[in-house]
C-alpha cells in the first residue's frame, strides 16, 4: 500500500537537475510532495489532482499520471537548498487512504 | 506564531513505563494525525482524527491511543512502552473529512524523538 519512490538516493551537483518517481499499487485520486531537511519536519510542496497535470514551485515541478498511478518531481538547476529527504504521499481513489512514500534522499554538493 | 505545535521535543525513558505526547494547531483544521518515523525514515501514519471519525491503522499496537480534548488538540498515550517504540514521532494536521475536502496537505509538528531504553 505504500508507494514506492525511485531512486532511493541521488547525490547532484549544484545546478544539475533531478527526477524522483513515485508509484502506487493503487487507483490515486491525488499525489503530495513534501520535503523533508534533516533533523527537521517534513514540509508540504505541492498537490496533483488531475491526470497529466502539472505543477510548479520555483524550480520545483510534477507530473501526475493517473492511468498509470505514478507521479514524478522535477527538481532542475538544483541548489544546496534543496537538500533533503523528499516523499510522495498518495489519496487512494475509493477510501480515503493516505499513504507517504518511501522517501528519497536528495544531496546537492558545490 | 507556532502552526503546530508538540510536547515534549525530546523524551527518555524506560520499558514499561506509559508516556504521553502533546500536540496542538492554530490553524483551525478539522483534522490531525499521528505519524510514526523510525530509523530508516519511514513516515507510517497511525492515526487520523476528526471530530467525528478516528481512523486507526491497523498495523498500531493498542498500546498507542490518541486523545483529543477539543478540535485544536490531540494527544497520544502510550502505555508499556517497549524498546521499539523509539522512533520519531510527528502530529500534523490539515483541513480534511470534516469539511468535505478530500485534498488535504498537511502541516507538521516539530516532531518529538522518543527513546526507549
Known amino acids: 500500500q505504500q508507494p514506492v519512490q525511485s531512486p532511493q538516493a541521488v547525490i547532484l551537483r549544484e545546478g544539475e537537475d533531478a527526477v524522483i518517481n513515485c508509484s502506487s499499487s493503487?487507483?490515486?485520486?491525488?499525489v503530495h510532495w513534501y520535503r523533508q531537511k534533516h533533523g527537521e519536519a517534513p514540509v508540504f510542496l505541492m498537490i496533483?489532482?488531475?491526470?497529466?497535470e502539472q505543477k510548479g514551485h520555483e524550480k520545483i515541478s510534477a507530473s501526475f499520471n493517473e492511468k498509470k498511478q505514478q507521479s514524478s518531481l522535477y527538481l532542475t538547476a538544483s541548489q544546496l537548498s534543496y537538500s533533503g529527504t523528499y516523499f510522495c504521499?498518495?489519496?487512494?481513489?475509493?477510501?480515503?487512504?493516505?499513504?507517504f512514500g518511501t522517501g528519497t534522499s536528495l544531496t546537492v554538493i558545490p | 506564531d507556532t502552526a503546530v505545535s508538540q510536547t515534549p521535543k525530546y523524551l527518555v525513558t524506560q520499558m514499561g513505563n506509559d508516556k504521553s505526547i502533546k500536540c496542538e494547531q492554530n490553524?483551525?483544521?478539522?483534522?490531525m494525525y499521528w505519524y510514526k518515523q523510525d530509523s530508516k525514515k519511514f513516515l507510517k501514519i497511525m492515526f487520523s482524527?476528526?471530530?467525528?471519525?478516528?481512523?486507526i491503522n491497523e498495523t498500531v499496537p493498542n498500546r498507542f491511543s490518541p486523545k483529543s480534548p477539543d478540535k485544536a488538540h490531540l494527544n497520544l498515550h502510550i502505555n508499556s512502552l517497549e524498546l521499539g517504540d523509539s522512533a520519531v514521532y510527528f502530529c500534523?494536521?490539515?483541513?480534511?473529512?470534516?469539511?468535505?475536502?478530500?485534498?488535504?496537505?498537511?502541516?507538521f509538528g516539530p516532531g518529538t524523538r522518543l527513546t526507549v531504553t
Open positions: 500534523a494536521s490539515s483541513q480534511g473529512l470534516a469539511s468535505g475536502r478530500r485534498t488535504r496537505e498537511q502541516y
Open positions: 493503487k487507483a490515486l485520486y491525488s
Open positions: 496533483l489532482l488531475k491526470g497529466g
Open positions: 504521499g498518495t489519496e487512494t481513489l475509493t477510501g480515503n487512504q493516505f499513504y
Open positions: 490553524l483551525g483544521h478539522d483534522t
Open positions: 482524527y476528526n471530530n467525528k471519525e478516528l481512523i
